[in-house]
């Protein structure tokens, strides 16, 4: 099975928070959320996740690269 994230907005209505840093990486109950949708990803055994990138999209690509999950 595969999945796929659609993170390149700008997230203007999250405003500032999304002024230096990805809607994704906006932290939602101690974490990023795209950290909690991968991992809930994983748990549904999908066996690919692609994801779409783009306002600020190597920060998510770094975030998302450094973590083990």
């Given amino acids: ?10 997230g203007t209505r999250l405003w500032p928070l999304t ?11 101690g974490e990023p959320l795209i950290f ?3 991992r809930q990803l994983i ?3 999908i066996q690919e996740i692609v994801l779409t ?8 690509r770094k975030a998302v690269t450094e973590n083990d999950f």
């Fill in 43 to 45: 748990d549904a055994n």
């Fill in 1 to 10: 099975m595969k999945a796929i994230i659609l993170s390149g907005g700008k």
């Fill in 53 to 60: 990138l783009g306002y600020l999209g190597e920060q998510i």
């Fill in 19 to 29: 002024a230096d840093r990805p809607k994704p990486l906006v932290p939602f109950m």
């Fill in 36 to 38: 909690r949708i991968i």
